[in-house]
């Protein structure tokens, strides 16, 4: 099984929608990460969480809020979708050490 | 702020060659560095990972070159595979950054027969 999974794996919604992209490992991190990545361009970090009562924006947060539920379960949630913000967005852990382990990711669809 | 590049958009290398990905950063504090490798519909894979007080790092095909004078960092890839046809991206983090990684825009590796 796989250690990070997020759901759904691809969405197609329309603007003004609520979504929400959830995320969860087996990991035993403290630590998670949102991102989201558009062609050209790296990874951008949209939130993080040290541990489940830590939220911290990140360089890209307008638009998005997240929810830390348990050690294992980190959301992020679109308010109301507008369509730049089709992209694919990964969740991130990591532990002990500085690497990072990634989901499969979700792509997400803003018609 | 942290400016991370990666000189190639694409590579395409023959079966059986070498190949080399570039990285540079900007922020003299960087002091961890990630490759990772991203197929296609998948999520970024862990490739090897090296300190700044090391300037070179040896795993399975797969060597990672640290020039900390020149801001850059490399991954060759020996005798490349078929199965090795993905995007590379390398990640930084700098010592005040809090966990939070610098990704850059990544290499299209594509394998020729």
């Known amino acids: 099984d796989a250690d990070v999974t997020q759901t759904p794996r691809n969405r197609i919604t329309k603007t003004g929608k609520r979504i929400m992209l959830e995320c969860s490992q087996t990991?035993?991190?403290?630590?998670m990460y949102w991102y989201r990545q558009d062609p050209g361009l790296g990874l951008q970090l949209i939130y993080y969480?040290?541990?489940?009562?830590?939220?911290n924006k990140g360089e890209i947060s307008d638009g998005y809020s997240v929810s830390r539920q348990a050690q294992a379960k980190f959301s992020l949630s679109l308010e109301s979708a507008i369509p730049n913000q089709t992209a694919l967005y990964f969740c991130?852990?990591?532990?002990?050490?500085?690497?990072?382990?990634f989901g499969p990711g979700t792509r997400l669809t803003v018609l | 702020g942290e400016s991370v590049g990666l000189h190639l958009p694409t590579l395409s290398v023959q079966e059986g060659d070498n190949s080399i990905i570039n990285c540079a950063y900007s922020n003299s504090a960087s002091d961890y560095f990630i490759w990772y490798k991203q197929e296609s519909g998948k999520g970024p894979q862990f490739i090897i990972d090296?300190?700044?007080?090391?300037d070179k790092r040896q795993g399975q095909r797969v060597t990672v070159l640290l020039n900390k004078t020149v801001k850059h960092l490399s991954l060759q890839i020996a005798a490349t595979q078929p199965g090795d046809s993905a995007v590379y991206f390398c990640?930084?983090?700098?010592?005040?950054?809090?966990?939070?990684?610098?990704f850059g825009a990544g290499t299209q590796v594509v394998v020729t027969p």
């Open positions: 990991k035993g991190h403290d630590r």
């Open positions: 969480s040290f541990d489940v009562k830590d939220i």
């Open positions: 090296i300190r700044s007080n090391m």
């Open positions: 991130a852990t990591s532990g002990g050490s500085d690497e990072q382990f």
């Open positions: 990640a930084v983090l700098t010592t005040d950054s809090w966990g939070k990684f610098q």
